[in-house]
């Protein structure tokens, strides 16, 4: 299945052989990396990017779901080179991250706002916040829920074995020691863990699980955790760096379930980096000088602020969600077309301007049952896709994304390559590394 691969993408090779040489994988992130060596990009445009070769895709990984504003927007390039102008890192507090904190709070219904870059930094700070208000240490994540590359949550992200498993090399057990987890989707396996062990501060969720794909969640199990949680004085802490810009108001808006501290990041600037770490006025009372530390020498900056208040005032609209929606309602139903006329066991999901594929008889609800989809089919049909120009997503473990730029041509032509991939996938597998995902 390679072959196509290796005489498409040549200059990917060569740039993969060298960077090795200095780059680890030659990649900056291990999520970029794949068997047999990973795509090398050079520029996108709207909803397409260009490779080293010269090949065109419609791109709907779209950075990991950071650009639903498109590929060098333009909108986001004025601004962004209006604000350079007048200096990109001022070191001290920039006027306008309160223009930001207020259109957040606004739109997010929240009561206090801090900025960070990532989403790694949100959620390590909002563990820290969440342990500090509540005096209490052990926290409580899903299994299969990735919260960032920091060590107390790379904990059972994609376990390929039983019981507690960190998610990496180089994580002491005394680190994760207080990170308890539990299954998604069953609210059973969280009350156990509430009933068997004393000392719990903090529940953290992907309110929708988006590092499995896209798995749907039992809006009563949502609602279960939160009320179990605030009987229990548990900070429940909604890891939104994917949902928080999917939605208006993100996943709490759209399942009406205020969590105490949201975490919201990749698209809300506009494809710069900018995190937000937002809560309840008490809860989020605790940082501050000798009290809880949150600190970042590019926290809001004024790059990342002036892209964020652009994107969320004028490109974010209900308008443009429309549009993503509509076109990802498209997506999937053609999907579940391809499915029942190809006679392969194939589930679809979405939540609204994304969804996921599953080799697999059923959607999937869990870890556990995630993990049961033929991988090696998914293989095929990610290779078959690249090579007729349409990244449909970055790895079986995640999903695809639309932007406004996206058009119903690219939907059309996505669903005539994955009617060729799949039907191609029924009978072949092109194996691939559950452990290189991460
Ligand atoms: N679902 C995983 C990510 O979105 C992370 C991407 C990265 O760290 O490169």
Redo the contacts with the bound molecule.
Sequence with gaps: MFENYYADTINSKVLYEEATTIIPYGVS?N??FFDPYPLYLKRGKGSKVWDVDGNEYIDFNLG??VLEVGHSNEIVAEEVYNAFKESSILGFEYCKAIELAKIIKKRYNVDMVRFSSTGTEATMHSIRIARAYSRKKKIIKFEGH?HG?HDQLLVNVNPTKEGIVPSSLGIPEEVIKNTLIAEWNNLESFEKIIRENKDIGAVIMEPIA??MGLIPTKLDFLKGVVELSRENNIVVIFDET?TGGKYNSGAAGYFNLEPDIKVIGKSIAGGLPLSVIAGKKEIMSVIGPGKVAHGGTFNANPLSVRAAIVTLEKILTENAFYHMHRLSEILESGYKDIAEDSKIELSVTRWGPSGSIYFLDKVPMSYKEFIKADFGKWGTYFFAMLSQGVIPMAGFN?QWTISIKHSEEDIRKHLECADNAIKLAKNKRTEVNLDESF
Aim: proline share 0%.
């Design positions: 992130s999520y970029r990991f779901g990735y590359s988006m590092n994917k995640e």
